[in-house]
């Protein structure tokens, strides 16, 4: 069954240095991955996505995330964090040939100035 | 830009009310899905639907129902509330699965709450 797990609740960073939040999966079969994120009292947008190709995907805001195919990783990174970036961010995985999408518990990330 | 919208942002009900979420999405996306989202268990599948008439159950279909007669409206239904439902819903659309990974558009959230 495919999975993705964070193993990170809460992320901390100062306002300027890089940030990465935490996400591995688990797959059978070639990995389709997501990243989206959540402003309080919203509903979730989409940052970005592998599905082939560069192991480096860029997405909107500035962030990136790099897809591991041995360590079955797929982190969220952005070189300089902006207090705008605190929020709830969530990786998802495709499950099915239908496209529906399995969620990960969510990481908040706190960037104080 | 896609549009997902929901018929309400917050809502209050009484135990054993049927309840009606609605979900309309302007992009004419195949897919449709309901997720309730509850504090650090993430966002859990009740249903989606891949078709007008069609669905299937997600992970946790248990005491919902869906709906979809036309192909931009995706309702989900409460038959008989309960304070276990009290929770943050929300709809998604996309394109039906192509080369893999569509990409899932988000409605603002409706947040019930069952007293």
């Known amino acids: 069954a495919q999975s993705v797990a964070q193993p990170e609740d809460q992320v901390n960073v100062a306002e300027g240095n890089p940030l990465t939040v935490k996400c591995t999966y688990s797959?059978?079969?070639?990995?389709?991955l997501f990243w989206y994120v959540q402003y309080p009292n919203r509903g979730l947008q989409f940052l970005l996505k592998?599905?082939?190709?560069?192991?480096l995907v860029k997405g909107s805001y500035g962030f990136e995330a790099e897809f591991n195919k041995s360590q079955t990783s797929f982190h969220l990174k952005k070189p300089s964090a902006l207090v705008s970036d605190s929020a709830l961010y969530f990786c998802a995985v495709l499950g099915g040939s239908q496209g529906n999408l399995i969620f990960g518990k969510g990481t908040k990330l706190s960037v104080k100035p | 830009d896609v549009k997902v919208t929901q018929s309400s942002r917050y809502l209050v009900k009484r135990t054993g009310e049927k309840v009606f979420l609605e979900c309309v999405q302007d992009m004419d996306h195949e897919n449709m899905f309901w997720y309730r989202q509850d504090p650090g268990l993430g966002l859990r599948l009740i249903y989606f639907?891949?078709?007008?008439?069609?669905?299937e159950k997600g992970d946790i279909p248990e005491g919902y129902s869906v709906s979809r007669e036309k192909k931009e409206r995706f309702s989900l239904i409460l038959e008989s509330a309960s304070t276990n439902q009290t929770s943050m819903y929300l709809c998604?659309?996309?394109?039906?699965?192509?080369?893999?990974?569509?990409?899932?558009?988000f409605g603002p959230g409706t947040r019930l709450t069952v007293l």
């Open positions: 998604a659309s996309s394109y039906r699965l192509l080369a893999g990974g569509n990409e899932q558009f």
């Open positions: 639907s891949y078709d007008v008439k069609m669905k």
């Open positions: 592998y599905i082939t190709g560069d192991n």
């Open positions: 797959v059978s079969g070639n990995p389709y």
